[in-house]
């Protein structure tokens, strides 16, 4: 088991290298995949599905959707309730962008709240990589 945690933590790593932009520092990186692992403890996510969500393939699966909420309570982006911690956002994508132009742009288009908290974080994110390539999860 250790190994296949391992394997994992390594075809993260690519992924989001190749992914991720820009790329996620040790970490960076350590503390997503921890925080995916405990939130797949309570989701029920699997590892198959947020390696396809580090590639951009978002799958519209109620387990991922709390998985994706999880991670988004744990790095700030959403609150407990689930309402868009917009400043942690703003200066998540800031940094990401290439101006505060196409950073409000990205924001008006994704972060908007949806009928629930998963489905919020799930469209979010989705929106983002479609929009601009960008993992807000790392």
Do not use: H, W
């Not at 925080?35 to 951009?56: D, F, H, I, N, P």
């Not at 699966?61 to 911690?85: M, R, T, Y």
């Amino acid at each position: 088991m250790k190994s296949f945690c391992v394997l994992v933590f390594i075809a993260l790593g690519v992924i989001c290298s190749v992914k991720c932009k820009p790329g996620l520092t040790v970490e960076q990186f350590a503390k997503i995949t921890e925080y995916s692992k405990k939130c797949r403890e309570t989701s029920g996510a699997t590892v198959e599905q947020m390696l396809k969500v580090m590639a951009g393939e978002y799958e519209n699966d109620p387990k991922l959707k709390a998985q994706l909420f999880c991670i988004n309570k744990k790095v700030g982006i959403q609150d407990e309730s689930g309402k868009l911690n917009m400043a942690a956002i703003m200066a998540k994508l800031s940094k990401l962008t290439s101006g505060e132009k196409e950073t409000e742009d990205v924001m008006r288009s994704c972060a908007v709240d949806k009928e629930s908290p998963e489905e919020t974080a799930y469209s979010a994110l989705k929106c983002v990589f479609d929009t601009k390539g960008i993992n807000l999860i790392g």
